[in-house]
């Protein structure tokens, strides 16, 4: 199910502070589900498994490909290989993509924004 672009979301990135309980907590909030950080914004996810990712659940990271170098993809605990044609579409507008759990993709991510690098994440809410 698609995110509306009228829906709530926070108008801008921000750290991860914690996660887990099904959720994300980050700039004095939280959020329950999946998360959607683009380097403008945070938006729910309505992704809960390594096999809803594709282009139709991505269609943000698409639209917004010109402001984003790195994708960032949190798996929750599985270990996801990125399918060829998933990848073969983000490099063609030039975004890289690293898929692994999604502790090692919030700390990644933390230090990428930290870094002031153009980086996006699409992080699996785990329990």
């Known amino acids: ?3 509306p672009p ?3 979301h926070l108008p801008r990135s921000a750290s991860i502070e914690a996660y887990g309980n099904g959720g994300f907590h980050f700039d004095t909030m939280s959020h329950k589900g999946s998360l959607l950080c683009l380097p403008d914004a945070m938006w729910a996810w309505p992704v809960t498994k390594p096999g809803d990712i594709d ?9 917004n490909a010109a402001g984003i170098d790195t994708l960032i993809i949190g798996t929750g605990n599985e270990v996801w290989i990125v399918p060829r044609d998933l990848r073969e579409a983000l490099r063609n507008v030039h975004v890289v993509i690293d898929a692994m759990q999604t502790g090692p993709a919030i700390r990644t991510y933390n230090v990428m924004i930290g870094e002031r690098r153009r980086v996006a994440a699409a992080l699996i809410a785990v329990p």
């Open 1 to 3: 199910m698609p995110v």
């Open 6 to 8: 009228e829906a709530p």
């Open 55 to 63: 282009r139709h659940t991505l269609k943000r990271v698409f639209e």
